[in-house]
Nanobody, 119 residues
Framework: VQLQASGGGLVQAGGSLRLSCAAS????????MGWYRQGPGKERELVAT???????NYADSVNGRFTISRDNAKNMVYLQMNNLKVEDTAVYYC??????????????WGQGTQVTVSS
């Protein structure tokens, strides 16, 4: 599985950005996809996930501001980020969690895209 993220950049607080992630290779639509981020001096943290059926899960810090979506026909996952805050500054990583019976899940990661929010 290969994940290619794009769409990061520099934006002022209150602005918006849309991240995109293209998935390729062999995976099941049932695999959950999502976005994680790692800010300066911080550990990587969950931002949002989406199942193939469209069920979503958000970190409390972004709930109501960010929207994750998935287009299975195009093998894409998106993260619409609105009302960005300085504390959203981080490298954002696309993730696919491969889940199969009788073995531990395997995480695949994209290369990361930098989001910088200025005050």
């Amino acid at each position: 599985v290969q994940l290619q993220a794009s769409g990061g950049g520099l934006v002022q607080a209150g602005g918006s950005l849309r991240l995109s992630c293209a998935a390729s290779g062999r995976y099941f639509r049932s695999d959950v996809m999502g976005w994680y981020r790692q800010g300066p001096g911080k550990e990587r943290e969950l931002v949002a996930t989406v199942s193939d059926g469209g069920s979503t899960n958000y970190a409390d810090s972004v709930n109501g501001r960010f929207t994750i979506s998935r287009d299975n026909a195009k093998n894409m996952v998106y993260l619409q980020m609105n009302n960005l805050k300085v504390e959203d500054t981080a490298v954002y990583y696309c993730n696919l969690k491969e889940t199969r019976p009788l073995r531990a899940p395997v995480d695949y990661w994209g290369q990361g895209t930098q989001v910088t929010v200025s005050s």
